[in-house]
């Protein structure tokens, strides 16, 4: 599975859109990227993957640069309740399951 | 609930005791994992179930670790002669099947570990 890095911490005005890059230079073709996020004392919730093309649900959008080594994760309008630490992990369609959840980016919006 | 359970939410125990965490996936998925989290860490992957497929041990850390999945559902995780480096919360997940390119992890709230 691809190593990714993330930047360790990023503040967020409320109401503003959170933008939270993830690189992952060493991803190969069939490889997912998925994003989750882990509140305080919660377990991690997942938001949102993508292979090549952008990806949007209610949560987030995903974006993905065409040459799949980077992607970013956007909060288009951040909470109070958006702050938590954000996983990006990449996953190997075929190897499946053991996500490696590294140290991710804990976000903090402020008021 | 609809959810994933586990229990207890909160453990203490001493030094070199038993302890078994418990975890009920939701119900229909055949997939189930455990992961641990040390104070201020990522996930670390311990095991993982696949409907009647062998288990995938390969991230347990030692031979004091064990899980079992009865009946394709609740799962037990065992840890012997607790050590202090075993003080971690304890997080479960399930999914509909395998990780895969469609899968998507549902976790528990897990239970914390503290061993004195």
């Known amino acids: 599975d691809a190593k990714t890095t993330q930047p360790p911490s990023m503040d967020c005005a409320e109401g503003r859109a959170a933008n939270l890059p993830c690189n992952h230079s060493?991803?190969?073709?069939?490889?997912?990227v998925y994003w989750y996020r882990q509140i305080h004392s919660q377990g991690p919730q997942y938001i949102i993957h993508?292979?090549?093309n952008n990806e949007t649900n209610e949560m987030a959008s995903l974006i993905i640069t065409e040459d799949r080594k980077s992607s970013t994760l956007i909060l288009p309008h951040a909470t109070l309740r958006d702050t938590a630490v954000y996983y990006c992990?990449?996953?190997?369609?075929?190897?499946?399951?053991?996500?490696?959840f590294g140290k991710g980016t804990s976000l903090l919006v402020t008021p | 609930g609809a959810g994933v359970s586990q229990s207890p939410s909160n453990k203490v125990t001493e030094k070199g005791k038993d302890v078994e965490l418990r975890c009920d996936p939701i119900?229909?998925?055949?997939?189930l994992y455990w992961y641990r989290q040390s104070l201020g860490q990522g996930l670390e992957f311990l095991i993982y179930?696949?409907?009647?497929?062998?288990?995938?041990k390969s991230g347990l850390p030692s031979d004091r670790f064990s899980a079992e999945r009865t009946g394709g559902s609740v799962s037990t995780l065992t840890i012997q002669r607790t050590q202090q480096e075993d003080s971690a919360v304890y997080l479960c997940?399930?999914?509909?099947?395998?990780?895969?390119?469609?899968?998507?992890?549902?976790f528990g709230e897990g239970s914390r570990l503290t061993v004195l």
């Open positions: 119900s229909g998925h055949t997939a």
């Open positions: 060493t991803i190969s073709g069939n490889e997912y």
């Open positions: 993508g292979l090549k």
């Open positions: 179930f696949q409907g009647n497929s062998a288990p995938d």
């Open positions: 992990i990449g996953l190997n369609s075929n190897s499946g399951y053991a996500l490696n």
């Open positions: 997940a399930s999914s509909p099947q395998a990780g895969g390119n469609t899968g998507e992890l549902f």
